[in-house]
């Protein structure tokens, strides 16, 4: 379930309307096609059923998925970066996750996903989601001095 790295990242746009400018990159990362939480739970081998989407929701409510809202679809995406190349979760996600904002500021996930999508000086210009499969430990590292374990702290 690993995504292919070699592609470009979208990365948020300069605009002149920045709120034109956030949709769009929005579009650009769902058009990446993540999967919604029945297709977690079938990556991660739960049986199929009504219920099978609540696995995700389980996740995401103990910091251990990153999901951000899809709202045309009304249903929640996960980020690909978060899983390995078996379709499970990466036990450092909830690690990055704790260190990044989130909560009631983020209900939405976009703020967190944003921050992973886009070039971050404390990576050499790299995208957090491009290190994070190489050195994840390096993009807590940065999150956490950014942050400084504030989860209500802004950029």
Same mark, same amino acid.
């Given at each position: 379930?690993?995504?292919?790295?070699?592609?470009?990242?979208?990365?948020?746009? *300069?605009?002149?309307?920045?709120?034109?400018?956030?949709?769009?990159?929005?579009? !650009?990362?769902?058009?990446?096609?993540?999967?919604?939480?029945?297709?977690? *739970?079938?990556?991660?081998?739960?049986?199929?059923?009504?219920?099978?989407?609540?696995?995700?929701?389980?996740?995401? *409510?103990?910091?251990?998925?990153?999901?951000?809202?899809?709202?045309? &679809?009304?249903?929640?995406?996960?980020?690909?970066?978060?899983?390995?190349?078996?379709?499970?979760?990466?036990? !450092?996600?909830?690690?990055?996750?704790? *260190?990044?904002?989130?909560?009631?500021?983020?209900?939405?996930?976009?703020?967190?996903?944003?921050?992973?999508?886009?070039?971050?000086?404390?990576?050499?210009?790299?995208?957090?989601? &491009?290190?994070?499969?190489?050195?994840?430990?390096?993009?807590?590292?940065?999150?956490?001095? !950014?942050?400084?374990?504030?989860?209500?702290?802004?950029?």
């Amino acid at each position: 379930m690993q995504g292919d790295f070699s592609d470009p990242t979208p990365s948020l746009p *300069a605009a002149s309307d920045p709120h034109q400018a956030a949709i769009k990159f929005r579009n !650009e990362l769902l058009a990446m096609g993540w999967p919604d939480g029945k297709r977690v *739970a079938e990556m991660a081998d739960i049986s199929p059923g009504k219920n099978s989407a609540q696995y995700a929701a389980r996740l995401r *409510a103990s910091g251990a998925l990153l999901g951000v809202w899809d709202l045309p &679809h009304r249903t929640f995406r996960h980020p690909d970066f978060q899983f390995d190349a078996h379709g499970k979760v990466l036990p !450092e996600v909830a690690q990055l996750l704790k *260190a990044l904002p989130g909560g009631d500021d983020d209900s939405s996930g976009w703020r967190r996903a944003f921050w992973m999508y886009s070039p971050h000086p404390g990576l050499d210009a790299e995208n957090p989601v &491009h290190v994070f499969k190489f050195d994840a430990q390096r993009v807590i590292d940065v999150a956490k001095r !950014e942050f400084d374990g504030n989860s209500n702290a802004h950029r």
